[in-house]
């Protein structure tokens, strides 16, 4: 059974930083790519960063510069370096990976910024 949770969500202001962890299993790690969607209050759920399975990177531009993703193969965690963050980019995290074309996903982890 694949599953993922996050973790690593809290209130930061604005300017701070937080990273986020999402710790996977069920499934090989290793050859799927992996990714960080958010939802804000009233918005629909957007995807904001992902990693493919050889490391490649791709970001939504709003977050471009400032967010880092990575993956640890070994250790089967996906993580989301988040730095100079703005009140926008509050929203509830979640990490996802397709398979098959069925997604999977885990239960949110919230993100707060103060300005």
């Known amino acids: 059974e694949v599953q993922l949770q996050a973790s690593g969500g809290g209130l930061v202001q604005a300017g701070g930083s937080l990273r986020l962890s999402c710790a996977a299993s069920g499934f090989t790690f290793d050859d799927y790519a992996i990714g960080w969607f958010r939802q804000a209050p009233g918005k629909q759920r957007e995807l904001v960063s992902s990693i493919s399975s050889g490391g490649s990177t791709n970001y939504t531009d709003a977050v471009k510069e400032r967010f880092t993703i990575s993956r640890d193969n070994i250790g089967r965690t996906l993580y989301l370096q988040m730095n100079s963050l703005k009140p926008e980019d509050a929203a509830d995290y979640y990490c996802?990976?397709?398979?098959?074309?069925?997604?999977?996903w885990g239960r949110g982890t919230q993100v707060t910024v103060s300005s």
């Open positions: 996802n990976t397709r398979h098959q074309g069925r997604d999977f």
